[in-house]
Nanobody
């Protein structure tokens, strides 16, 4: 079973930057879609950025131009570079992976444990 471990969260001032990392226990590949979600207390979990199977990327409107998702298959790692951080970015950020198993093509979704990002002066 694949496991995801996030790191890189912390406390940062408004306008600052952080880079989150998500390392998978197994190799990532082109057919695996990966994404970052976030959730604040009492709010719904929302999609922040996605790296879709095939190489395309998608971003929530609230983070476009500030966040960048990327991945390094050789290191089994997904990244989220967060710039120009705002207080409303404060949340627990979760890494997610979705893929079809081989050879039965069963859908599988895996979540990391989350990492706290706090943006405050």
């Amino acid at each position: 079973q694949v496991q995801l471990v996030e790191s890189g969260g912390g406390l940062v001032q408004p306008g600052g930057s952080l880079r989150l990392s998500c390392t998978a226990s197994r190799s990532i590949f082109s057919g695996m879609s990966m994404a970052w979600y976030r959730q604040s207390p009492g709010k719904q979990r929302e999609l922040v950025a996605a790296f879709i199977s095939g190489g395309s990327t998608n971003y929530a409107d609230s983070v476009k131009g500030r966040f960048t998702i990327s991945r390094d298959n050789a290191k089994n790692t997904l990244y989220l570079q967060m710039n120009s951080l705002k207080p409303e970015d404060t949340a627990v950020y979760y890494c997610n992976a979705n893929f079809l198993s081989m050879p039965t093509f069963q859908p599988i979704s895996v979540w990391g444990q989350g990492t706290q990002v706090t943006v405050s002066s």
